[in-house]
């Protein structure tokens, strides 16, 4: 998503972490939430993907590999987005497209390359994940314009 400002949905995020679920978030903009804090947020992951391409998916993924649910959603989780306007996620039914967006999201998460990870302290620090730096964007550019019939 591009922000996260809700604080409704800020505190569920953090209520969930509480129960000891893992939370993955691609934020390439405002983040209100400080994640990886011990007993409060530490099961939040908070990445920030800021490339040549200023886009930003909207790909909302639910529970376990087996029983995973995927939406594709037009709203940021911004205040001004979940109060005063009307706003639409859509589920993904069809399984091929569910594991590619997984598989997109997932390569988002390890990108390296842009890719950002939020500290506790509120700042963004480089990762080194990958031997060769990953730079997903650039990745899904090139995956667009090659092969693209037989992408699913």
């Known amino acids: 998503m591009n922000s996260l400002t809700d604080k409704v949905i ?5 209520e ?3 129960a000891g679920v893992r939370i993955e978030l691609i934020v390439r903009g405002i983040c209100c939430l400080i994640p990886e804090v ?5 099961n939040i992951k908070v ?3 800021v490339g040549r391409f200023l886009e930003h998916s909207r790909i909302y993924r639910f529970g376990a590999k087996d029983r995973e649910k995927v939406y594709i959603a037009s709203a940021d989780l911004m205040t001004r ?4 306007r009307v706003e639409v996620a859509a589920p993904i ?5 569910r594991e ?4 997109m999201f997932e390569t988002m998460m390890n990108d390296d390359e842009k890719g950002r990870r939020l500290t506790t302290k509120g700042t963004y620090v480089e ?16 995956l667009a314009y090659s092969n693209a019939e037989n992408r699913f």
């Open 10 to 14: 800020i505190d569920k995020l953090i």
């Open 16 to 18: 969930a972490s509480q």
């Open 38 to 42: 011990p007993g409060y947020t530490e």
């Open 47 to 49: 990445v920030s993907i």
């Open 81 to 84: 987005n979940t109060v005063r």
């Open 93 to 97: 039914l069809d399984k091929k497209v």
């Open 100 to 103: 590619y967006l997984s598989w």
């Open 127 to 142: 990762r080194n994940i990958n031997k060769v730096k990953l730079n997903s964007q650039e990745l899904f550019y090139s």
